[in-house]
């Protein structure tokens, strides 16, 4: 089987324990005869189960640096073309609410890129609030596992044992 179909054997012990293995050598020879086998597809799971997005880690997105030096040059200009007059504190504080606004008009770009939200403006709080739920969907998802697990074993007759699946791994 390629890299992304894997197969395990799963088979109950006389304690009623269910153990899940990943080779025929690992079976018991008693237990050989009354093994199921499991084939996992990886590729299949992964599309699935995929909650988040995955990418390459140190992937340069093309318009996320064009947006990022786009910002920095009209920083630049407007700070250039401010009147020399102007005191330093209030060049100053132009440039961060322009530098405040350009972050939050990028925020609401990546959170309408990725289906997060659909305002032009989008604030740091927002994507904390996107984190918090894609992981509430994680232990969701997770959830679900478990009870699939816990139905299986209780199909096989297991018990699982107090804070744990009982299955090996």
């Not at 499991?38 to 947006?67: H, K, M, Y």
């Amino acid at each position: 089987m390629g890299p992304e179909r894997q197969q395990f054997y799963r088979y109950t012990d006389p304690s009623g324990r269910v153990h899940l293995v990943s080779s025929l050598d690992s079976l018991p020879p008693e237990a050989r005869a009354k093994a199921e086998l499991l084939v996992l597809d990886t590729a299949d799971t992964r599309q699935q189960q995929a909650i988040l997005p995955t990418s390459t880690p140190l992937e340069l997105d093309g318009p996320s640096f064009a947006i990022g030096f786009a910002a920095a040059l009209v920083l630049a200009l407007v700070y250039r073309f401010m009147p020399p007059s102007m005191r330093w504190v209030s060049r100053v504080a132009v440039v961060v609410g322009v530098a405040a606004l350009g972050t939050g008009l990028y925020f609401g770009y990546l959170r309408q890129t990725t289906g997060a939200g659909t305002s032009a403006l989008a604030s740091p709080s927002a994507f904390i609030q996107d984190a918090k739920d894609a992981v509430e969907q994680v232990k969701e998802a997770r959830r679900k596992q478990e009870a699939e697990l816990r139905a299986i074993q209780q199909d096989n007759g297991a018990v699982p044992a107090k804070g744990g699946s009982s299955a090996k791994r």
